[in-house]
């Protein structure tokens, strides 16, 4: 990705060492005492919805697809810009069936799909804002959807949202250097976007994070774009 392109910052920080840290610490600490969101629910969210076909944007080190319950040689798509990435997934993944794409999931996805489920784990809260610009993920996930699909995900909300001094610190902190860019995003923005590309959208805030469900892309993969 060009240094030079909105989204860089979001994915450039992913170097092996931090990859190496990512479980003990953001999964760990991080997720429990700064966002108090519970890495355990996340693991509940891909045992429930994840599904034989799968694509997984912005995978990070393939934790919760570890932890989704795949049987061995399960198909599943991982996509991120970020190579240190795709290489540390496809490793830790060897007993599944693992095909790696380096695309930017705010551009069409050269992923070929139908997929059943997809997941956006944590990323969106990474890509460049506004959130009209982060609604661009969502229809390019769902563009590649299979009729009756399944997106879901978490994120972490901005400055409305209810965070503690301590995650205000950090929330502050991560869009200073670039990593996040969030302080904008709300539940309602998040509900919006997804609904303008899926029929039924479930939604929870926990603490300041929100998990989301959305079925039933409105134009999956192989149907015609609605004219007009
Ligand atoms: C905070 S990590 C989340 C990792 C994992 N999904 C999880 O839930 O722990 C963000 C991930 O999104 C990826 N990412 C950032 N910007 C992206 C983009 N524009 N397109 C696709 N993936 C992106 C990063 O490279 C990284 O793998």
């Keep these: 990705m060009d240094r030079d392109d909105p989204a860089y910052r979001g994915q450039s920080d992913y170097s092996r060492a931090l990859l190496r840290l990512y479980d003990p610490l953001v999964l760990g600490p991080i997720a429990r005492f700064v966002w108090r969101f519970p890495t355990k629910e996340q693991v509940r969210l891909y045992r429930e919805h994840i599904r034989p076909i799968h694509l997984d944007v912005g995978p990070g080190t393939g934790y919760f697809l570890e932890h989704a319950g795949f049987p061995d040689d399960s198909r599943v798509t991982i996509l991120d810009p970020n190579a240190n990435v795709l290489r540390y997934v496809t490793r830790r993944l060897r007993r599944l069936d693992v095909t790696a794409v380096q695309a ?14 997809a997941a956006l784990s944590l990323v969106l809260h990474c890509l ?13 996930i769902a563009r590649v959807m299979a009729p009756g699909g399944v997106l879901f995900g978490a994120s972490v909300l901005g400055r409305s949202a209810n965070h503690t001094r301590l995650g205000r610190a950090f929330l502050w902190a991560f ?8 302080l904008d995003d709300t539940e309602a923005g998040l509900r919006d976007i997804l609904g303008r590309s899926f029929r039924n959208v479930e939604l929870q805030t926990i603490a300041g994070t929100a998990i989301f469900v959305a079925a039933d892309p409105l134009n999956p993969s192989g149907e015609p774009e609605p004219t007009g």
């Design 175 to 182: 869009n200073k250097r670039g990593a996040f860019d969030n």
């Design 128 to 140: 460049p804002g506004p959130m009209a610009r982060k609604s661009l993920a969502i229809e390019n």
């Design 104 to 117: 930017d999931v705010l551009k069409p996805l050269p992923a070929p799909g139908p997929f059943e489920s």
